[in-house]
């Protein structure tokens, strides 16, 4: 392979990591905001937080990325740049997985706090401040770790709406070099070097949050083992 | 916005040859994941930890890297090397090679649940190490896995779109098709989003029923 070769594989690279961030922060906002309505006093609060769980849980998230790159503009005249399209799509797809995660957190923690909380006078926001949320956070993180995987992994769907991330830059060399085999391990253990990577951050941001409300570290090991991918296991 | 229920009634044949395919593919993509990802689960139970340490690592590799880009892998590389497979053959594979990474922790997990006693019950009646698995450690412990593989299927429906990328023409394959020949994009892909929630969200609730039903 040339230089130039790689330079694409390199930019590739460079908007893989970008779309991957930017669809990871709105993944995490519509996680918690989805996760936190879903244990709201009002019915209708859960059931629309519900109601949107389910149908972006239910769809594809290839469908959803196509739904945005070509039905949005047409339908409601809104053409978006392709890395805030593609992140729109991924951020609310795997946002709706998220939701579910944080439930589960939020419903896992000792009802004895909950109650503490009302005792004290606390007012459902406060409690949610500064009881829930604080214990429910890292028991997350070894989902949350998983399903930023799923994410990475995610990202390379934008490739077949054409836009240069990393699937498509190998794509572009296998095209100019007419041969395969080489670019596409390189591009597969590029995925999995960023991936390894993400869960040694991710497992080192658990042990922090942990260590911050008395609590050691888990074994990862068990929990990797309950690890569960899109669709699985979160319900 | 503008919704034309004429351009979906002329989707209407392409979809149902598509929802043939998708079918299809998830339903050998199925079979290949439960299978292999056994096989897996078993390896990774032997003494040696030279058929151990590979099978961990070419699984967590699989795991982790995009099926887009193994199924390139695939659809490609294959034929350089002589094998030349249809695209939905590839596909199919693909799908069952990947998800069965996944469905050899199910069974890990699964396995693991099966309490010592059996294992020390299988010993004390002298079975050989292949009636144990057979006759008493698999059956038990593949009745708790059922709803978690259950899952893994709802997911592999989700992903049966991408063989789209390989040219098979499964629902959004056509859809794409349609689109580009009639210039409607709103209907089709929108029919088959929808499609999608209708088949998995019954699904989840068949397996959220079987979950109540087989795991005790």
């Known amino acids: 392979m040339t230089s130039g070769l790689w330079e694409l594989v390199i930019e590739g690279i460079w908007t893989t990591v970008q779309l991957l961030a930017l669809s990871a922060l ?3 906002a519509v996680s918690f905001v989805v996760g936190i309505a879903r244990t709201h006093r009002l019915w209708i609060v859960r059931f629309l937080a519900g109601f949107y769980t389910e149908v972006f849980r239910g769809t594809s998230a290839l469908v959803m990325i196509f739904w945005v790159f070509f039905v949005l503009p047409v339908a409601f005249g809104w053409q978006l740049v392709p890395l805030w399209a593609g992140t729109l799509a991924l951020g609310l797809t795997y946002g709706a997985y998220g939701s579910e995660i944080v439930r589960g957190a939020l419903s896992a923690v000792d009802p004895a ?24 956070v890292p028991e997350m993180i070894p989902s949350f770790c998983n399903l930023l995987v799923e994410l990475l992994k995610g990202t390379a769907l934008v490739s077949v709406m ?28 590029i995925y999995f070097v960023i991936a390894f990577t993400l869960t040694r951050l991710m497992r080192g941001l658990e042990k922090k949050l942990k260590a911050g409300i008395g609590k050691g570290p888990a074994s990862t090991e068990s929990q990797r083992v309950r690890a569960v991918g899109v669709g699985g296991g979160v319900s | 916005m503008t919704w034309d229920w004429n351009a979906v009634s002329d989707f209407m044949p392409y979809f149902w040859d598509g929802l043939v395919v998708s079918l ?42 995009p099926l887009l880009v193994q ?19 590839t596909g199919v594979f693909a799908i069952g090679l990947h998800y069965s990474t996944y469905t050899m922790q199910v069974y890990r997990a699964g396995i693991e649940a ?55 023409l499964e629902l959004l394959g056509q859809a794409r098709l349609f689109s580009q020949q009639h210039f409607q994009f709103t209907e089709p892909i929108t029919v088959i989003g929808v499609a999608f929630i209708v088949i998995s969200y019954p699904a989840s609730l068949l397996i959220r029923a079987l979950e109540r039903r087989l795991v005790r």
């Open chain 2, 114 to 168: 099966v309490p010592v006693g059996q294992w020390e019950a299988a010993t004390a009646l002298n079975l050989p190490v292949r009636r144990t698995w057979t006759a008493v450690i698999l059956p038990q412990a593949i009745r708790r896995v059922v709803p978690a593989l259950g899952n893994y299927v709802i997911a592999m429906l989700k992903d049966t779109p991408i063989l789209m990328a390989i040219t098979v």
């Open chain 2, 24 to 65: 299809q593919a998830l339903l050998f993509g199925s079979l290949i994941s439960f299978g292999l990802g056994l096989v897996w689960a078993l390896l990774m139970r032997t003494p040696s930890r030279w058929v151990r340490w590979p099978v961990g690592v070419v699984t967590e590799f699989v795991r982790d890297t």
């Open chain 1, 113 to 136: 706090q909950q109650e503490s909380g009302v005792a004290l006078s606390f007012t459902p926001w406060q409690r949610m401040r500064l009881i829930l949320l604080p214990q429910a």
């Open chain 1, 162 to 189: 054409g836009m240069g991330d990393l699937t498509f830059s190998a794509n572009l060399v296998r095209l100019a070099l007419q041969q395969s085999a080489e670019i596409y391990t390189y591009v597969l253990l």
């Open chain 1, 26 to 28: 709105l993944a995490t």
């Open chain 2, 71 to 89: 199924l390139f892998f695939l659809f490609y590389v294959l034929p350089e090397w002589g094998l030349t497979f249809s695209a939905l053959t």
